[in-house]
């Protein structure tokens, strides 16, 4: 009958980890959400999240018309309207200041096939490599850091592997809160007998059970990473035929490392030089060392120099290509964070991370684009903001991201979307970004759309949408095609099963991956070269994928953070995730997830809940050298003395107003995790 329940499977589009779910609807509605028993990675498990997030669908809030700006007040529009003001204002801003004067910033929300359709609307269409996704605010260190080190920009294993592991080494990463189903699983792993060093600065989940639980200090994990890797060295825990069949850089690093010795590594981190000495055998002396890190490495000013100084402990100990059950992973935060950059929504890098710069991989792309690609590598979105603000940017396009929340020194990005005299956004809700915004779209979110989804282990699965969109809103797949065909420009590739297909023509590691084969086999990681053969699970059991076949081993000094406490400003606050909500909130404060997490709180440790007056409970005013937020005190000994924590899931506390501009030297990552605050009670 027509008022059966019936299921669909598709992919959590919340965290990284890619949990496959059943969605259960009635007469179009969801009226619950199953983990699938079957699912790749989470085998019958979900959080709190994707089993519950889901009232946002129906959210009275929910955006079904598009607006447009008149006389300074966002007014409803006809999409006819919108899409033609949106094509209109794109050519003017062309037009007026070249092809580079338009920027877009595309969605690690979105699926692959929209984020293919994005980058290539933009290089196509418009002309302009001015094209990233938010991966620059979180992994992109990862990114850069990896493909030195190892040759690929993704992990270096699959998880399903960490079972093997007989000791995990997890970085910077909360994974009980912000990852549940890998938390869930490698606390299994611990408890079936695997050893566990945790390194983070705060008492996170996994923390307590732990055989070594390392405090460094915010901005001090170049110096904790080699003073591991000394350790290592000194105490002859490396496999010295794997350095010399496989790798380069000992002579470098050796020396480096010469710097830091446990003691010297205590002063410089805080971490006691035995708790590094333990560590540092436990991982040493494993037979499969496994080392998962979070956001807590890269979102620093030296984040790359981190990925890398951490990715030197798995060379050295030869803990990577090698077996199964080791290997370096990184814990992607937002569902398709790996995807989006994989498709190359990124101003640098081409679908499968083909430099721009590179003719063979730009004659490619035009071989089957039909038009040449632009050069010069494009701006990252710290330079869009920069360049709107100094008035050279004309146009911006924001898809499916709350800028103004999210990313850091907030008031000004704030400053550059009211600078760029025509900003357009994609989005669920009236966002702090679409209240800037001169054109907002109404757009689908992940229940409702068609395409794929890279979790965070380079596992591509499908898409499924559960329920139609809303009347009035469109899928951003569609709403891309729609500006450019009013720019006069058809996309091809109608479909997202055909943008997949005709991806994989342009970068060839995804040329085995089809909609029908995801359909039949569930997840299939990349590289994937063939469609008659699996995926590459594990990486570089031959070679590695760098230019000479050798992992890298790197020897960065460690420099010191944006940002240090001092009289005037002398906590250091760090920001991350809690359990029951997502990044800015937007989804999973509009459902039943806020009654089980309904406050945000600036956690503070009762020592310095003394000394600075405050009480437990009560409402405080933290400022930085950039902004001032207000919070309620929560006195907790899970954050260190001298340190302060808050999500960052509840944008109107202002949190991303009090962070800095200091952001990674190399691939402007921002430094989230490092800014000094004062709290006071008034
Ligand atoms: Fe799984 Fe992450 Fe979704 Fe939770 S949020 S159900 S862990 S994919």
Redesign the pocket.
């Known amino acids: 009958s027509a008022h059966r329940p019936s299921a669909t499977r598709t992919?959590?589009?919340?965290?990284?980890?890619?949990?496959a779910?059943d969605v259960v609807t009635r007469d179009g509605e969801v009226t619950a959400v199953l983990?699938a028993r079957d699912g790749p990675?989470?085998q019958g498990?979900?959080?709190?999240?994707?089993?519950f997030a889901h009232g946002y669908l129906t959210s009275p809030e929910r955006l079904t018309r598009p607006l447009l700006r008149r006389d300074g007040r966002l007014e409803p529009a006809s999409w006819d309207q919108a899409i033609g003001e949106v094509a209109r204002g794109l050519r003017a801003a062309v037009a007026a200041g070249g092809p580079d004067a338009v920027a877009a910033i595309s969605s690690a929300r979105a699926t692959n096939e929209e984020n293919y359709l994005v980058q290539k609307f933009m290089r196509v269409v418009v002309g302009t490599n001015n094209v990233d996704n938010c991966s620059r605010l979180c992994h992109s260190p990862s990114a850069a850091g990896l493909t030195a080190s190892f040759g690929l920009s993704g992990g270096t294993d699959t998880f399903d592997d960490v079972e093997r592991s007989d000791c995990l080494l997890v970085v910077g990463a909360n994974p009980v809160e912000a990852?549940?189903?890998?938390g869930a699983r490698l606390l299994r792993r611990v408890l079936h007998g695997a050893g566990l060093v945790v390194a983070d600065p705060r008492a996170v989940g996994l923390a307590l059970h732990a055989d070594v639980h390392l405090r460094p200090r915010p901005g001090t994990n170049v110096a904790l990473f080699h003073g591991l890797a000394h350790v290592l060295l000194a105490e002859d825990l490396i496999d010295e035929e794997f350095l010399r069949e496989r790798a380069t850089g000992l002579t470098e690093l050796a020396a480096l490392l010469d710097d830091y010795p446990p003691d010297r590594v205590a002063d410089i981190t805080g971490v006691p030089a035995t708790d590094l000495v333990a560590a540092a055998r436990l991982y040493g002396r494993a037979r499969r060392p496994a080392i998962l890190y979070g956001l807590g490495v890269t979102e620093h000013l030296h984040g790359t120099d981190g990925v890398r100084s951490l990715a030197n402990l798995a060379i050295l100990r030869g803990a990577v290509g090698t077996d199964r059950g080791h290997g370096v992973m990184p814990l992607r935060g937002q569902?398709n964070v790996q995807g989006a950059s994989d498709m190359g929504a990124l101003p640098d890098v081409l679908p499968g991370y083909g430099r721009v710069t590179d003719p063979a991989v730009r004659s490619r792309a035009e071989a089957v684009w039909g038009v040449p690609v632009p050069e010069r590598p494009g701006l990252r979105i710290p330079g869009m903001f920069a360049a709107a603000r100094a008035g050279e940017l004309r146009a911006l396009w924001v898809i499916g991201e709350d800028v103004c929340a999210t990313d850091p020194d907030a008031n000004q990005v704030t400053r550059a979307l009211d600078t760029c005299p025509l900003v357009i956004c994609d989005e669920l809700f009236l966002s702090e970004t679409a209240r800037h915004a001169d054109i907002v779209l109404p757009a689908a979110s992940w229940l409702e759309k068609d395409g794929t989804f890279v979790?965070f282990d380079r596992r591509f699965q499908r898409v499924r949408p559960a329920v139609p969109p809303p009347g009035g809103t469109r899928a951003d797949f569609a709403i891309v095609h729609a500006v450019a065909s009013a720019m006069g420009t058809a996309l091809g590739c109608a479909t997202p099963a055909e943008a997949l297909a005709e991806c994989g023509r342009v970068a060839p590691v995804f040329a085995g991956l089809t909609h029908g084969r995801l359909d039949r086999e569930g997840a299939v990681p990349w590289p994937c070269p063939d469609p008659g053969r699996p995926g590459e699970a594990k990486l570089y059991e031959e070679r590695f994928a760098t230019a000479d076949g050798r992992a890298h081993l790197a020897a960065p000094p460690y420099l010191p953070p944006g940002e240090q406490p001092d009289d005037d400003y002398p906590l250091l606050l760090v920001t991350g995730r809690r359990w029951a909500h997502?990044n800015s909130g937007s989804m999973t404060r509009r459902g039943g997830n806020l009654t089980l997490d309904p406050v945000d709180f600036l956690d503070l440790h009762p020592g310095d809940a003394l000394r600075y007056a405050v009480d437990d409970g009560v409402p405080v005013t933290v400022e930085s050298r950039h902004g001032r937020a207000r919070l309620i005190a929560r006195i907790s000994e899970q954050t260190a003395p001298g340190q302060v924590f808050c999500a960052i899931h509840f944008p109107g506390s202002g949190v991303n107003r009090l962070t800095s501009h200091h952001a990674d030297t190399v691939t402007s990552c921002p430094e989230y995790k490092v800014t000094a605050v004062r709290v006071s009670g008034q």
């Open positions: 992919t959590c589009g919340y965290c990284g980890v890619g949990c779910l983990p990675v989470n498990h979900a959080c709190v999240k994707g089993r990852h549940p189903v890998v569902n979790n997502y």
